[in-house]
C-alpha cells in the first residue's frame, strides 16, 4: 500500500491535464477503498497482535526486573523482549507510515480539486 500512495503522491505532485488528474482521482478513490477494506478485515486481529505484544514486553520486563541474581535466566528473557518488541515496532511503524501517506494524499486530492473548481 505504501508504494501505490508514493506513485500517487509522486504523480500528483507533477502538473497533468485534468483528463489525467481525473484517472488520478479514479485511482485515489480505489485506493482509498482497498485501504477501507482492509482496515475493516484486519484491525481487530491488529489490535489481538498490538495488545500480545504490550502484555508480553510487560510480562516479561517485570519477571527481569524481580530476577534474583542469575545472569543466565535474564539473557533467556531478553530474546523475548527484542522479539516482541520488533513485532510491535514492526506493525506500529508500518501502519503509520501508510495512515501518513494516505492523509497527505488526501491532502492533495483535495487542494487539486478545490484549485481547479475556483
Not at 508514493?6 to 502538473?15: G, V
Request: net charge negative.
Amino acid at each position: 500500500m505504501q508504494d501505490l500512495y508514493d506513485y500517487l503522491l509522486d504523480q500528483l505532485t507533477n502538473n497533468h491535464p485534468i483528463e489525467e488528474m481525473e484517472i488520478l482521482l479514479e485511482f485515489y478513490e480505489s485506493l482509498a477503498t482497498i485501504l477501507r477494506s482492509i482496515d475493516e478485515c484486519f484491525s481487530f486481529p491488529a489490535f489481538l497482535a498490538t495488545l500480545l505484544n504490550l502484555f508480553c514486553l510487560f510480562w516479561t520486563g517485570c519477571r527481569i526486573a524481580f530476577l534474583t541474581n542469575n545472569l543466565k535466566h535474564s539473557f533467556y528473557l531478553i530474546c523475548p523482549v527484542i522479539h516482541h518488541l520488533s513485532q510491535h515496532l514492526l506493525l506500529m511503524i508500518s501502519a503509520s507510515m501508510t495512515n501518513e501517506k494516505a492523509a497527505k494524499a488526501k491532502l492533495i486530492i483535495q487542494c487539486h480539486f478545490t484549485a481547479l473548481s475556483s
